[in-house]
């Protein structure tokens, strides 16, 4: 089993296509996946944020929509000031315990 590399759904042809052109050195694929709307990513070539967007963009298309819209309300809970506040007082109370 191969650990250094992700298949990730895309949607469509013309995104696949999109990656496989505009990011060849971290997107690529094989003839078992022609015709599907699947890319191969090297991990390595890939930091968290991009991997976290390219993991839920992948998730949002197959999602049920409910799913989906727990997804974006759990999103704008942590951007709210208070979550702000609240990571902050928890990263003090763990510096304090260090």
């Known amino acids: 089993m191969r650990t250094d590399i992700a298949v990730l759904y ?8 999109a990656l496989l052109l505009g990011e060849p050195e971290r997107f690529f694929t094989t003839p078992g996946y022609d015709g599907l709307p699947l890319v191969m990513l090297w991990l390595a070539r890939v930091d968290v944020d991009r991997l976290e967007e390219l993991v839920t963009d992948a998730w949002r ?6 799913l989906a ?3 974006d309300g759990a999103a704008r809970e942590r951007r709210t000031p208070e979550a702000a506040i ?3 007082e928890s990263l003090s109370m763990l510096s304090l315990t260090c």
Request: net charge negative.
């Open 69 to 71: 819209a727990e997804l």
């Open 10 to 17: 895309v949607g469509d042809e013309a995104e696949k296509q």
């Open 61 to 66: 298309m197959r999602a049920p929509e409910t």
């Open 86 to 88: 609240e990571v902050n």
